[in-house]
T-cell receptor
Framework: DAGVIQSPRHEVTEMGQEVTLRCKPI?????LFWYRQTMMRGLELLIY????????DSGMPEDRFSAKMPNASFSTLKIQPSEPRDSAVYFC????????????FGPGTRLTVL | KNEVEQSPQNLTAQEGEFITINCSYS?????LHWLQQHPGGGIVSLFM???GKKKHGRLIATINIQEKHSSLHITASHPRDSAVYIC????????????FGSGTRLQVQP
């Protein structure tokens, strides 16, 4: 398996623009997570899905952020409009529903909002 | 106070030294995760623990649920072990998501 795939790997945009980050989880995994990593706050959960249904979105910063999972092999995280404080590395991770729940992380998307 | 605390924040060691990184948490958990993040940024899972001890190569992880504490040990450290090590916990039985410590930055010098 190719592992968790994220695109793009790097994104530079201007304040006010819409940004869409993409994630393909490992085939067969039924949980998908979006995390954000910044120098100030470290790693934080934004939202996670189980069987394509959002379970906990309490980490989503505000209405400018939205996430979807239209099918088991694809998820998006959208920021509209983007702001400089959204600059961070965004990680997607997936796991199967097994007991040990080890999460597998994608390579991350480094977002810079100017 | 953070729910997951790691110590030390930074650690410099000489090649060959035995290294210990500590993680304490203040809430009930169902499991604890040790992650490694290399300078390139990728995150790799090292261990998933709910009790006792696990060993993989030169890495050993232990957890004491009653004391709410876990340790990650590296024996015979090597410069390639230089990375940020992150402790993360699954809080509560029902939740699947991870709550993260702030990480320990390890530098192993040759």
């Amino acid at each position: 398996d190719a592992g968790v795939i994220q695109s793009p790997r790097h994104e530079v945009t201007e304040m006010g623009q819409e940004v869409t980050l993409r994630c393909k989880p490992i085939s067969g995994h039924d949980y998908l997570f979006w995390y954000r990593q910044t120098m100030m706050r470290g790693l934080e959960l934004l939202i996670y899905f189980n069987n394509n249904v959002p379970i906990d979105d309490s980490g989503m910063p505000e209405d400018r952020f939205s996430a979807k999972m239209p099918n088991a092999s694809f998820s998006t995280l959208k920021i509209q409009p983007s702001e400089p404080r959204d600059s961070a590395v965004y990680f997607c991770a997936s796991t199967g529903g097994g007991r040990h729940n080890e999460q597998f992380f994608g390579p991350g998307t480094r977002l810079t909002v100017l | 106070k953070n729910e997951v605390e790691q110590s030390p924040q930074n650690l410099t060691a000489q090649e060959g030294e035995f290294i210990t990184i500590n993680c304490s948490y203040s809430v009930g958990i169902s499991a604890l995760h040790w992650l490694q993040q290399h300078p390139g940024g990728g995150i790799v899972s090292l261990f998933m623990l709910s009790s006792g001890k696990k060993k993989h190569g030169r890495l050993i992880a232990t957890i004491n649920i009653q004391e709410k504490h876990s340790s990650l040990h590296i024996t015979a450290s090597h410069p390639r072990d230089s990375a940020v090590y992150i402790c993360a916990v699954f809080m509560d039985m029902g939740r699947r998501a991870l709550t993260f410590g702030s990480g320990t930055r390890l530098q192993v010098q040759p």
